[in-house]
């Protein structure tokens, strides 16, 4: 492998014209993070005075020879940053009054930017952007032209990035022109950054993953795409560059695209590994003898292109579900996952990608389903996320390639069933004594309570409520979480602490409209018939369960309602202690209701 690398100044850089292939990815540098730490790091080397200026590494380019240009294989980022910064410098000094001297400057400025080819009578960039998304627009920029066209993201990025390097150094030029020239000086003589010349794709790719692998930027997602490439035939570079172009689409879409090593971690742990993988272990994996045997990249890149091209749609899907939070979605299971372990959750994605690349939405929602009850449960009894994703990392090796109903309750039955049925006890004893702060934030509270509301309202033949509809109600303490005057009835509570241990359970909260609630705030004179008062109100409300707990409540004779309420033993002429653990039961029954596991109670399963 023939390589050469040398130190170049920007001034130096005028003897080359680089390309950026098509394939490579477009231009990412956000103005307030990579550009605003480009500049930074300059300045923080830059000193007016030249006899003590010291030269800067900036880092290194790697490039491979072709048709008397260079295409960039690495460093794009940088090297696009670099002539943006040369067009602001430019577009800062002409409107200038400038002598001999800094117009000697200028030309050389221009002379980096584009040279003019009296042979082809033709301007020859100094860098051309050839992927899809530049637009032409660096091109017209160099050439101080109106930029007219569609403005990609790509072309949003480097007008911003244009717009702050300018803002940057013109506060060099407010301080005088000779400031301006001392830092444009500095910026083309002691700017310095190492240049590989590569004799071959193959041979640049393989440098660039060296590079990467020793710590030089790492970026696995990187790494990977370049890894297709100099495992493809040329013939389908321009499809590879596409599929790309479509996971980095879909990852927008989700607004992933900043991370996307979460979506590769979780798509090899899934599809791939046999247990978990840190990000920075994904590459180092794929690449050992064990990951390529899995994946078979090195024989059939553009099929594993493909398949992280399917699997980065679900993952979109699926993340967008996840945090809807709200009615409506394409996969409302999965939006309760989001409900019951938090919307920014994406520890079930690992399942879910596992499932064959066909595999249909009801199958995906089915499986969707048996997490969130997993979720209810695992959280319930307070089991750590880490244990979770171990777990999983597991349960995706059984479920990989299933693509029917029946493969997937089988998994279900061997691996999801047993081990929550082994905690039943663990799970019975905590949710007796659960607090309701323990479903914190409000949305997750207002889902266990509205879920077990939906299961009694289908229990008497009721309409169930959707999740708009139940996010707009309150959180209604029935032993109120302040008493009136702070007299609390002593023959009952021991003391302030044994008070709050009761107001704060789960078996004391109920949801109620807002109106209502208002009303009921006012019967806290627990010396008084408090409960009675609440009880006329709470059956005002639309809500079932909050309905019920008005004693003399029923709906005719013998209908489903009056049948529900007989064999909860939901009736309550009082409120304390008793009744309130009273309801705890009640509501843990609905919980094993709600939360089932191939549609048997998770209690009655046959282990």
């Known amino acids: ?29 956000q103005p307030d993070d990579q550009v605003e730490q480009f500049i930074i790091d300059i300045d923080n080397e830059y000193e007016e005075n030249p006899k003590l200026q010291k030269s800067y590494f900036i880092g290194s380019i790697i490039i491979v020879k072709n048709k008397g240009k260079y295409d960039v294989i690495d460093g794009q980022q940088r090297l696009t940053t670099l002539v943006l910064s040369l067009c602001a410098f430019r577009d800062l000094l002409k409107p200038q009054q400038l002598g001999d001297k800094h117009k000697e400057y200028l030309k050389k400025i221009e002379k980096f930017l584009y040279a003019f080819n009296i042979a082809t009578d033709d301007t020859l960039l100094r860098l051309e952007l050839q992927y899809q998304e530049s637009n032409g627009y660096l091109e017209k920029l160099i050439k101080e032209e ?46 310095e950054l190492v240049v590989i010349k590569s004799e071959n794709l193959s041979s640049a790719l393989k440098i660039f993953e060296t590079i990467n692998q020793r710590g030089a930027g790492l970026n696995a997602m990187d790494l990977v795409k370049n890894l297709l490439f100099s495992e493809a035939n040329e013939t389908d570079f321009q499809k590879i560059k596409e599929i790309w172009k479509d996971i980095i689409n879909n990852l927008q879409q989700c607004k992933e695209d900043g991370s996307p090593l979460r979506f590769l971690r979780y798509f090899v742990m899934a599809r791939y590994h046999k247990g978990i993988v840190r990000e920075d272990e994904i590459y ?55 409900f019951i372990n938090k919307y920014r959750s994406r520890q079930h994605l690992i399942l879910l990608l596992a ?101 009694a309202r289908i229990k008497a033949g009721l309409p169930i409520k959707g999740m708009d509809s139940l996010s707009r109600l309150q959180i209604e303490h029935i032993l109120p979480q302040t008493p009136q005057d702070d007299k609390l009835p002593y023959e009952e509570y021991v003391d302030k602490d044994d008070y709050d241990s009761n107001v704060y359970k789960l078996g004391n909260v109920t949801l109620l409209e807002s109106a209502i609630n208002q009303a009921v705030s006012s019967f806290n004179d627990l010396n008084g018939n408090w409960f009675e008062r609440k009880q006329k109100e709470y059956t005002n409300s639309h809500v079932l369960l909050t309905n019920l707990l008005n004693h003399d409540y029923s709906i005719g004779k013998n209908t489903a309602i009056n049948r529900l309420k007989a064999e909860l033993g939901y009736s309550y002429t009082s ?10 039961k009640i509501m843990m029954e609905l919980a094993f209701e709600s939360w089932k596991f191939n549609d048997q109670r998770i209690d009655k399963q046959d282990i």
């Open 355 to 455: 499932l064959d690349t066909t595999a249909s939405n009801e199958v995906i929602e089915y499986l969707a389903m048996q997490i969130e009850s997993f979720f209810f449960f695992s959280n319930s009894m307070g089991i750590q996320a880490k244990y979770n994703e171990s777990l999983f990392a597991k349960w995706a090796l059984q479920l990989r390639g299933k693509k029917s109903l029946e493969e997937v309750k089988l998994v279900i039955k061997d691996y999801m069933v047993p081990y929550i049925a082994n905690k039943l006890p663990q799970f019975k004893s905590t949710f007796l004594n659960l607090y309701h702060g323990y479903y914190n934030p409000l949305y997750r509270l207002r889902f266990v309570l509205g879920k077990l509301e939906n299961t």
């Open 284 to 338: 180092k994996w794929i690449i050992t003898p064990e990951g390529k045997a899995a994946t078979q990249y090195e024989s059939q890149p553009l099929a594993f292109a493909k398949e992280l091209q399917k699997i980065s749609k679900r993952y979109a899907e699926l993340v967008l579900a996840t945090q809807l939070v709200k009615d409506g979605g394409a996969f409302p299971y999965v939006t309760n996952i989001g």
């Open 146 to 191: 109106v930029y007219e066209e569609e403005l990609t993201p790509s072309v949003k990025k480097m007008m911003a990035a244009h717009a702050k390097l300018k803002s940057h150094f013109e506060g060099y030029l407010k301080e005088g022109l000779e400031s301006l020239m001392s830092y444009v000086r500095y910026f083309l003589l002691k700017i």
């Open 1 to 29: 492998m023939e390589i050469e690398a040398q130190v170049r100044s920007i001034e130096e850089l005028e003897n080359y014209f680089f390309l950026v292939p098509d394939y490579q990815r477009e231009y990412v540098w």
């Open 575 to 584: 409120w304390g202690k008793e009744t309130i653990q009273d309801r705890q």
